[in-house]
């Protein structure tokens, strides 16, 4: 069964510092990695998208890499604001299946 | 586009009531998803519909728990019976292509 890990479980950062969240999944036949950010008791908002057969995703000061045959990717946050301040998710959905496998998160707080 | 929208936000049953949940996809969107997530954890999958054929159901989704799409437009999940250990955020997420859009979950809790 898919096992997605993400390290750390929390982090503190002052404002401005830049920033990498980690992803790790065990079965590396997957179809599309994708990044979710999750604010206390709301739904989830997609990030970034990464199909299997691509290396990196930028969406403004965000940038994902995968890097499948490891069973890894990371989220990296530029010039962090408080905003920035939720849960942050990544989720893989396998080859051939239609849910996807979550990680618990990474608390992150950007203290300004 | 006004995004996937659930109804109720919130939802306090006693033990052993009956809930019903609802979700409306973003339009023209044909896959549903239903996920459970509890405190602290990754949402959990818990069924899909494409258009409305309910194709995949986890081994979470005990006998209790129900869900339609009639029409292939909005989903109803409905749990019977329930008991404590469902209290959980329930989050629905559709999608036309490979991303899913989640919508802001029902947060239920059970008494």
């Known amino acids: 069964k898919q096992e997605v890990t993400q390290i750390p479980a929390a982090l503190s950062v002052p404002e401005g510092e830049n920033l990498v969240l980690n992803c790790s999944f065990t079965d590396s036949a997957i179809y599309n990695l994708q990044w979710f950010r999750q604010d206390p008791g709301k739904g989830l908002t997609s990030l970034l998208l990464i199909q299997s057969s691509q290396r990196e995703q930028t969406s403004g000061r965000l940038n994902a890499s995968l890097d499948k045959s490891s069973g890894r990717s990371t989220l990296y946050i530029a010039a962090s604001q408080p905003g920035d301040s939720a849960t942050y998710l990544c989720?893989?959905?396998?080859?051939?299946?239609?849910?996807?496998?979550f990680g618990t998160g990474t608390r992150l707080t950007v203290i300004p | 586009d006004t995004g996937v929208s659930q109804n109720p936000r919130h939802k306090i049953t006693k033990r052993g009531q009956n809930v019903t949940f609802r979700c409306d996809p973003i339009?023209?969107?044909?896959?549903l998803y239903w996920y459970r997530q509890t405190l602290g954890q990754g949402p959990e999958f818990l069924t899909y519909?494409?258009?409305?054929?309910?194709?995949?159901k986890s081994r979470l989704l005990s006998d209790r728990f129900s869900a339609e799409r009639p029409k292939g437009s909005f989903s109803t999940l409905e749990i019977q019976r329930t008991e404590q250990g469902d209290s959980a955020m329930y989050l629905c997420?559709?999608?036309?292509?490979?991303?899913?859009?989640f919508g802001p979950g029902t947060r239920l809790t059970v008494t």
């Open positions: 519909f494409q258009n409305e054929a309910q194709l995949e």
């Open positions: 989720a893989v959905k396998e080859a051939g299946a239609n849910n996807l496998f």
């Open positions: 997420a559709s999608s036309r292509g490979d991303e899913q859009y």
């Open positions: 339009s023209e969107h044909n896959r």
